[in-house]
């Protein structure tokens, strides 16, 4: 069981390796770079230059990636400069209705596996109950 939940633990920690990676490399491998892709289309030389050397894009590529996961370790997931907020704080926002969508299909599964019985009718009864929110509700304004 120990051999088990250390094998699984270390495929975890592999993927999650990989996935920064490909993370990583795709954000370099936009058009213009990450700078461009942040400032947009429109940003002049002088501006990008400013973005690369204020965020450290001039250093080699492992050193970034090592930068960038020490970042993501500590906590810190970036900034949007789309909505022009912490990334922190935009799930944040959104976390309420993550729970309830959790809950919802958590409740769906629920009824599924109880299909027929009464617990499972319960379990309809409180889902389709939930069921009937305002587009507005999921909707970012």
């Not at 940003?43 to 020490?70: E, R, S």
């Amino acid at each position: 069981m120990q051999s088990f939940l250390i094998r699984r633990v270390l495929q975890a920690v592999a993927v999650l390796f990989g996935v920064s990676l490909i993370a990583f490399i795709l954000l370099h491998l936009l058009p213009g770079g990450p700078a461009k892709a942040a400032l947009g289309l429109r940003a002049n030389k002088a501006l990008i230059a400013a973005f690369d050397v204020k965020f450290g894009l001039l250093k080699p590529l492992p050193i970034q990636y090592l930068d960038w996961v020490n970042q993501l370790i500590h906590g810190n997931l970036g900034f949007s400069y789309k909505l022009n907020q912490s990334v922190d704080s935009l799930l944040g926002e959104n976390i309420p209705r993550t729970l309830v969508l959790v809950g919802v299909a958590t409740a769906g599964i629920y009824q599924a596996v109880r299909r027929n019985k009464p617990e499972g009718y319960g379990s309809l009864a409180s889902r389709s109950s939930s069921t009937p929110c305002p587009a507005s509700f999921w909707a970012r304004s």
